[in-house]
Structures are given as C-alpha cells and as structure tokens.
T-cell receptor, first 112, second 114 residues
Framework: EDQVTQSPEALRLQEGESSSLNCSYT??????LFWYRQDPGKGPEFLFT???AGEEKEKERLKATLTKKESFLHITAPKPEDSATYLC?????????????FGAGTRLAVHP | DAGVIQSPRHEVTEMGQEVTLRCKPI?????LFWYRQTMMRGLELLIY????????DSGMPEDRFSAKMPNASFSTLKIQPSEPRDSAVYFC????????????FGSGTRLTVV
C-alpha cells in the first residue's frame, strides 16, 4: 500500500535556528515527490517537485532533497513568517493515471 | 488567473440535508481533484477527473457522496444526506498533465453538519 509518513508532527524553533523536516515514503511507481506549505484557513501552496534521488531544489530559506526512500525539507535561519504546516506528497502511478497521496504534515512554529 | 475557485467558503447545515460544494478549476487544466481534510485523517483524496471523466472514486467514503464534472470549468461534490461526521474542509485542486508542475488548490469549503 502506498504510504507517506512525516516527522516530526510538530516543531518549534527559535528564529534563526535551522532544522529539517522528514518525509519517508513507500510507493510503487513513484512519479514525483511534492512539498506544500499550508497556512491556517487556506489551501496547500505548492513549493517543490522532486523526481529522482539526489535531486535538490531551493527557494529562499527552504531546500528540499530526495533519496530513494525519503525527502528532507531543510529550513535555514527560519523567520516567524515561515510558520505553517508543511505537507509532503508522493505522486503514484496506478491504473494508467497519476494520483497524489499526502502525509499528515509537520506543524512548524518559529518564534522571535 | 484567479486560481481555483471554490464556493461556498463556509457551509453550516443540519444533519440529513443535501449539501453541494462547487469548484471552478484553472482554465486549461485537465485534471481536477476533490480532497477532504480533517485533523484525524489529514488530506484524503476523494475522487479525481481527467478531461471531465471520473477516473478514480475509490476515496469516496459512501454512496451519500457523489461528484460530477459537466464541463471543463465546473465541478460539484454533493453529499446527500449529510451527517455530522462529514464535517471537514473540502478542497478542490486542478493540474495540468497529471501534476508535473504541481497541483493548485482552492481555498476550501469548511463544512459543518450539526
């Protein structure tokens, strides 16, 4: 069964304190791994897509990496505005079509 | 582009009533997805369409749920009759070519069934 597990469930950081979020997955026919940011009361906002092991993507203070079994979202010198829930999703190929399966998310709180 | 548009933003209804949620995808996107989000279960895929055709509805929890996409610019998710356990935030998302460039989500409809 296709599965996505994120850890930790919640993370509290001080402003400037770098850390990493983990996303491990088991899926047959992986077509891509996605990272999303979700703010309270809003829909998930697309951040990155990773397709192959060794690939890295960066956006401002965020950097996503991918191995064959997991992905990391590294947050460097975070600011309070980085506080949000970060969702990982894998795109699995099944029955001739792709579908996106989400993890439960990591709630990040960055305090000044 | 205005993005994916969902309506209503909030819906409060009594148990047993019919509820219809609406979605307008991004113009030109050929995939449309309906997700449900709860604290307990996170984001769950309910159903998705490709070129207006339902592809996989295995996530639809019960026969009380139905979804349609009569044309490329409109989709509905209907719950009849509604139950308190249906209370959740329902998201619609659309994508181009199966999501190679990411899915774009709407702002969601928060449904409360009392």
């Amino acid at each position: 069964e296709d599965q996505v597990t994120q850890s930790p469930e919640a993370l509290r950081l001080q402003e400037g304190e770098s850390s990493s979020l983990n996303c491990s997955y088991t899926v047959s026919g992986l077509r891509g791994l996605f990272w999303y940011r979700q703010d309270p009361g809003k829909g998930p906002e697309f951040l990155f897509t990773l397709y192959s092991a060794g690939e890295e993507k960066e956006k401002e203070r965020l950097k996503a990496t991918l191995t064959k079994k997991e992905s990391f979202l590294h947050i460097t010198a975070p600011k309070p505005e980085d506080s949000a829930t970060y969702l990982c999703a894998v795109q699995a190929y099944s029955g001739g079509y792709n579908k996106l399966i989400f993890g439960a998310g990591t709630r990040l709180a960055v305090h000044p | 582009d205005a993005g994916v548009i969902q309506s209503p933003r909030h819906e409060v209804t009594e148990m047993g009533q019919e509820v219809t949620l609406r979605c307008k995808p991004i113009s030109g996107h050929d995939y449309l997805f309906w997700y449900r989000q709860t604290m307990m279960r996170g984001l769950e895929l309910l159903i998705y369409f490709n070129n207006n055709v339902p592809i996989d509805d295995s996530g639809m929890p019960e026969d009380r749920f139905s979804a349609k996409m009569p044309n490329a610019s409109f989709s509905t998710l209907k719950i009849q009759p509604s139950e308190p356990r249906d209370s959740a935030v329902y998201f619609c998302a659309s994508s181009l070519r199966g999501g190679a460039y990411g899915y774009t989500f709407g702002s969601g409809t928060r449904l409360t069934v009392v």
